[in-house]
């Protein structure tokens, strides 16, 4: 599992980078929109943990061109305080989940694996589909996934657990 | 928020002061309450910053130390099956990076209710969840009501439905409501805030333990009329009062949303 780390708070994002890394979880770790788009391009994560707040580049900019470039990446919200838009927008461009800091650890971790877990349904399925020969169905499930509606309905509970 | 406001204190106003100057006073004073607003947003989003790092320095200390536990004793551990218990020498440390955990913990909730508070001045009407926007203001009204001596009880409707309307104005008329009650309670009186869904309207519903006649003056608006009652109205609600057997009921109804389609 490859995941990237996309946060401007550098203190913050080692010390999670370290936690997630303690909890099976490698990560690499870049400060800025841009080099989350160049990174991307260089070698693909299966997950990203991006804030939203960041100087240069918003997050909600870097999710709407990865939502073109790359759909087939999960990605997980963690910002600092986002408004109720903010959130749509993230469940609009099919974010896989949407977390506000501080939050806890093992919970950010099992979010990872869920959205890694989604990732290898979704490319399972479009490949089986291409396997049989319907091209545009295996490309539909790639760019259709919505996440939210699924495996955030699994997490609702989880959350009703914990409170 | 500029034009929806700039609204509220508007049209007879002519007879104290022209028009267009309560216009213009009013524009800049949304304005005013803009950069306010975004001012606090932002300091509110740099604290939440600060809190979460602490949180993640607090918790990798504590894995560390869980870490130090399992290498010392993991073997004890396993033979006994006693889970992430402490050991003696480590236990205080663990104890106490839980105790900033925890007030990190309530330090962010109440940081990011002023964060909503701050981001709502800001909305245009929206779609909103108005629990939520009551959540944000109920702080400020229960350490108020604390200082005053008051038993101020919140009770929210789980599963209440989205509200339509402009989220300043909506938390601005509740605010005003229950700061007149307040203002004629005494240390030791009640008030109860309650808010769910009552006939296809999202409706607030303060109930303080004395009657109507005790409770003072509504706070006014320029044309004096009652501040909440010209809010809600504006938002397309009502508002209305009822006293009896020595309480007294205030009511703020306001629209639900219409269905999207």
Known sequence: MKVLLVDDEIDFVTTLSNRL?????KTDVVHDGQDALDYVKEQEPDVIVLDLKMPGMYGMEVLRQLSKTNPGIQVVILTGHGTD?????????????YLEKPTDIDKLADRIRG???????????????????????????AK???????????????????? | MGETQAGHGTGQASTVQGAGDVEASLGLRDAELQVLSRTLANVAHDIQNHLAAINESAGWMGDLLTLKNKQRFGWISRLFRLGKRHSDDIRPFSVALDAIQK???????????????????????SLFSGNKALEEIGDVLLREAAEKGIHLEMKLANGAPMIETDPPGFQLAVFCGVEQIMDGLERGDRLMLEAGEEEGRYQVQLTSSRPAESLGLPLRDPDGQDFSQTIVEEL??????????GNHITTLAFPLAVART
């Open chain 1, 85 to 97: 838009r903010d959130e749509d927008e993230a469940q609009r461009l099919k974010a896989f989940d």
């Open chain 1, 144 to 163: 259709d996934a919505e996440p939210l509606k699924t495996t955030g309905e699994l997490f609702e509970d989880e959350d009703k657990n914990e409170t």
């Open chain 2, 103 to 125: 007030e990190i913990g309530q330090g962010s909730i109440l940081n990011k209710r002023i964060g909503g508070f701050a981001h709502r001045l800001e909305e245009a009407p």
């Open chain 1, 115 to 141: 959205a890694y877990k989604f990732r290898l349904e979704q490319t399972m399925a479009a490949a089986a589909f291409a396997e049989a020969g319907e091209f545009d169905t295996a490309r539909e499930m």
């Open chain 2, 236 to 245: 397309g609600g009502q508002i209305w009062k009822q006293s009896g057997d």
């Open chain 1, 21 to 25: 890394g303690m909890r099976g979880i």
